[in-house]
């Protein structure tokens, strides 16, 4: 007990003390806690002047200018603010040179104003674009400060590296009929967000031979409305390589029976996908051609099917199930890997299944199938 009254006493002693203390210091009211409070939290969000500066000038409306082929140099050289060019008249490899550097000067000395190109009323682009590459007289190559293009009817085809590292990017407007004729075409335009296209779906599927705009994510617009659900015509008789690769926007795709083949990467990264519906008539499904389609739940491989790429539905995360019909003799590396929720793949023909190395392998139970399905194995079946 005696311990306890000298704790106790101990105890009251220190609180006056702390009391005193504060009372001659004045304390912190409530005022100042809240104040001091808000201090931290501002410290905390405060944007940094880069940050902020950035935020008040995308919301400077852009001045719309009317220009010539002429003088786009000279206007480039004196822009104060972000600034829509309408321009007009003849481009040359000379003039793209000078274009392309002037950007580039002005992105070293004001990088936070943009500028964005109507290119529709000009000539000569169509033969710099289609032999473009990363010299700065066939191209837009590493322009930082371009927010938008609209490009002229008369192109038909871009180049390699045309637009390449156009990191301010984000919208393009491109006509009917055009091919792009490398991958690296719209490299690194990573905040390209809108893609125009003044064609039908049916053009687009032969749009490039390896890539398209919407290779970041872009959503894309036909007839200026956001292309969600796709239909894509009758008589289309395949889905080209890369077709829709990105194409973030869509949500459902019917494809007609006219089709017999799925390209490599054709729907790869449309991540907003819910719902495909894959005619009887195709024999084949290429590699990566729905990886990354994350909202796709379910989907039906027709019984015509032989062929499954690899890596075909790689990181479908919302796929649970699968039926691999009788005409399959062929499932590529890795065709289902990181489909976390994949937890039963049915095969209608269980028997004569090898890995790459000529081993057999059971796919009788849907269970172990999906999990072997997930690995880093390809398989054949002999006939």
Same mark, same amino acid.
């Given at each position: 007990?005696k311990?306890?009254?000298?704790?106790?006493?101990?105890?009251i002693t220190l609180?006056?003390l702390l009391?005193?203390?504060?009372g001659?210091t004045?304390?912190?009211?409530?005022?100042?806690?809240?104040?001091?409070?808000d201090a931290?939290?501002?410290?905390?969000?405060?944007e940094?002047p880069?940050?902020?500066?950035?935020?008040?000038?995308?919301e400077?409306?852009y001045?719309?200018?009317?220009?010539?082929?002429?003088n786009i140099?000279?206007?480039?050289?004196?822009?104060?603010?972000?600034?829509?060019?309408?321009v007009t008249?003849?481009?040359?490899h000379?003039?793209?040179?000078?274009?392309?550097?002037?950007?580039k000067?002005l992105?070293?000395?004001?990088?936070l104003i943009?500028?964005?190109?109507?290119?529709?009323?000009?000539?000569?682009?169509?033969?710099?674009?289609?032999?473009?590459?990363?010299n700065?007289?066939?191209?837009?190559?590493?322009?930082k400060?371009?927010?938008s293009? @609209?490009l &002229?009817?008369?192109i /038909? $085809?871009i180049g390699?590296?045309?637009f390449f +590292? *156009?990191? %301010? =990017?984000? !919208?393009? #407007?491109?006509?009917?009929?055009?091919t792009?004729?490398?991958?690296?075409?719209?490299?690194n335009?990573i905040?390209?967000?809108?893609?125009?296209?003044?064609?039908?779906?049916?053009?687009?599927?032969?749009i490039?031979?390896l890539?398209?705009?919407?290779?970041?994510?872009?959503?894309?617009?036909i007839d200026?409305k956001?292309?969600?659900?796709?239909?894509?015509?009758?008589?289309?008789?395949?889905?080209?390589?890369y077709?829709?690769?990105?194409?973030?926007?869509?949500?459902s795709? @019917?494809i &007609?029976?006219?089709? /017999? $083949?799925?390209?490599?990467?054709?729907?790869? +990264? *449309?991540? %907003? =996908?819910? !719902?495909? #519906?894959?005619p009887?008539?195709?024999?084949s499904i290429?590699?990566?051609?729905f990886?990354?389609c994350?909202?796709?739940?379910s989907?039906t491989?027709?019984s015509?099917?032989t062929?499954i790429?690899?890596?075909?539905?790689k990181?479908c995360?919302?796929?649970t199930?699968?039926?691999i019909?009788?005409?399959?003799?062929?499932?590529g590396?890795a065709?289902?890997?990181?489909?976390?929720?994949l937890?039963s793949?049915?095969?209608?023909?269980?028997?004569?299944w090898k890995d790459?190395?000529?081993?057999?392998?059971?796919?009788?139970?849907?269970?172990?199938?999906?999990e072997l399905?997930?690995?880093?194995v390809?398989?054949?079946?002999?006939?």
């Amino acid at each position: 007990m005696k311990n306890y009254n000298k704790v106790f006493t101990l105890f009251i002693t220190l609180t006056l003390l702390l009391q005193a203390f504060t009372g001659c210091t004045g304390g912190l009211t409530d005022s100042q806690n809240h104040k001091n409070n808000d201090a931290v939290t501002s410290d905390t969000n405060e944007e940094s002047p880069k940050d902020s500066q950035t935020d008040e000038l995308n919301e400077i409306p852009y001045i719309e200018t009317n220009v010539t082929a002429e003088n786009i140099v000279n206007t480039i050289n004196t822009l104060q603010t972000n600034t829509a060019l309408k321009v007009t008249g003849e481009f040359s490899h000379e003039l793209i040179s000078q274009i392309t550097i002037a950007l580039k000067q002005l992105y070293a000395a004001s990088p936070l104003i943009k500028v964005r190109f109507d290119l529709s009323g000009t000539t000569g682009l169509q033969a710099l674009l289609n032999a473009a590459s990363d010299n700065d007289d066939t191209s837009f190559y590493g322009c930082k400060n371009i927010d938008s293009f @609209i490009l &002229p009817d008369c192109i /038909t $085809s871009i180049g390699e590296y045309a637009f390449f +590292g *156009c990191t %301010a =990017l984000t !919208s393009i #407007t491109i006509p009917s009929g055009i091919t792009i004729k490398n991958f690296n075409a719209f490299s690194n335009c990573i905040n390209l967000t809108e893609v125009y296209y003044k064609g039908t779906i049916e053009q687009w599927i032969s749009i490039h031979k390896l890539s398209n705009p919407c290779f970041n994510g872009a959503a894309l617009y036909i007839d200026n409305k956001i292309v969600v659900n796709v239909t894509i015509p009758d008589g289309v008789t395949s889905i080209d390589d890369y077709a829709f690769y990105g194409c973030s926007g869509f949500k459902s795709i @019917i494809i &007609p029976s006219s089709v /017999t $083949s799925i390209g490599d990467h054709s729907f790869y +990264g *449309c991540n %907003a =996908l819910e !719902s495909i #519906t894959i005619p009887s008539n195709v024999t084949s499904i290429g590699d990566f051609s729905f990886g990354i389609c994350h909202e796709l739940s379910s989907i039906t491989i027709p019984s015509n099917v032989t062929s499954i790429g690899a890596y075909a539905f790689k990181h479908c995360s919302g796929l649970t199930s699968i039926t691999i019909p009788s005409s399959v003799t062929s499932i590529g590396r890795a065709a289902f890997s990181d489909c976390y929720k994949l937890t039963s793949v049915s095969f209608q023909n269980t028997t004569g299944w090898k890995d790459s190395e000529g081993n057999e392998v059971s796919v009788s139970d849907p269970a172990a199938a999906a999990e072997l399905l997930k690995q880093q194995v390809s398989l054949t079946r002999s006939n």
